[in-house]
């Protein structure tokens, strides 16, 4: 039988990973806006304000957040406060805020899908936000149904496999690296071009090996801390790479959510890391069974 603190050491990191997702998100819709525009900034867009009795200005505004649509994209971000502050007090049992965290993980589906759009529908770029898409959700199904259920395993398998396999077809330039990726990597190793490059064609071959050994059982645990230090790593480096002296509070205001909203990619490896984990006390030989003591022999009548 598993100690229940191991279970409640998981359920926190799963926590963790939602609560980071979700509040990074909340900065960047209030401090920001979201990033909606292939969605909102369309045809169907304009004729639906036809159809609403609004000319275009009101319904998307003139760019000083005063329109139908931008009012409304401003308070997206309170919606992701407010799931941010559900993923720490979410118990067993309360069913409006797991509902609730289950519409989060499908506003970050639509957000994602919007970053889709935007590239020309190039699949690899929704999938891999799979961790952050599927934080919340990670988080109602380990509460509800325990951290060590076959759902909750089976979804964090998917969500690593899904956030390795979309990067690795970027790194492993199967599809345009973007230049994001060669900039962090010469700014943060101090490396040239071509170096970084060699560097990130072998982290996306490393990539598509964590999605395999995820189903390999001698290889996955490893494989689940290489993806959880590779997960933390890519997303501290935006900072790292991003921030400076002579920025305003040192550009944190503009890179340390970048990496707030990726913990998720190193949370969720780690919960399967500690999830596979085999226990401490090792199954010895059986002890002898104890004998029984012998019942008394049963008086017979004595005859005379």
């Not at 990973?17 to 045809?43: D, I, K, P, R, T």
């Not at 076959?150 to 956030?163: D, E, K, P, Y």
């Not at 970048?258 to 984990?277: C, G, I, K, S, T």
Request: proline fraction near 6%; charge should be positive; charged fraction near 10%.
């Amino acid at each position: 039988m598993r100690p229940v603190s191991s279970d409640t050491s998981l359920t926190l990191c799963l926590r963790l990973a939602a609560f980071a997702c979700l509040a990074g998100w909340a900065w960047v819709h209030l401090y920001w806006q979201g990033s909606y525009g292939a969605l909102v900034w369309n045809e169907t867009t304009y004729a639906l304000a036809e159809r609403l009795g609004m000319g275009w200005e009101e319904f998307v505004g003139t760019g000083a957040n005063d329109g139908f649509v931008q009012k409304w994209l401003g308070r997206i971000g309170w919606l992701y406060l407010v799931g941010s502050v559900l993923t720490l007090t979410m118990r067993k049992g309360a069913w409006l805020q797991m509902t609730a965290l289950t519409g989060m993980s499908l506003m970050l589906a639509v957000l994602f899908f919007d970053k889709y759009l935007e590239t020309q529908r190039q699949l690899p770029i929704f999938i891999e936000h799979g961790s952050q898409m599927l934080s919340p959700l990670l988080l109602v199904s380990a509460v509800a149904l325990g951290p060590r259920h076959r759902v909750t395993m089976g979804m964090a398998v998917v969500a690593v496999i899904t956030t390795f396999a979309g990067h690795g077809c970027y790194a492993i330039g199967w599809l345009p690296t973007p230049g994001i990726f060669y900039g962090m990597t010469t700014i943060v190793l101090g490396v040239e071009y071509e170096t970084a490059k060699v560097l990130l064609r072998l982290a996306g071959g490393l990539d598509f090996v964590v999605c395999v050994a995820m189903f390999i059982p001698a290889l996955r645990r490893p494989a689940a801390l290489y993806a959880a230090i590779w997960g933390l790593l890519t997303a501290l480096a935006r900072p790292m790479a991003g921030m400076a002296v002579s920025l305003n509070y040192f550009g944190a205001d503009q890179f340390v959510h970048e990496a707030v909203v990726r913990l998720p990619h190193a949370l969720v490896p780690l919960f399967l890391f500690w999830a596979w984990r085999k226990p401490r006390h090792a199954d010895g030989p059986a002890a002898a069974p104890v004998a029984e003591p012998a019942p008394a022999p049963t008086p017979q009548p004595a005859f005379n």
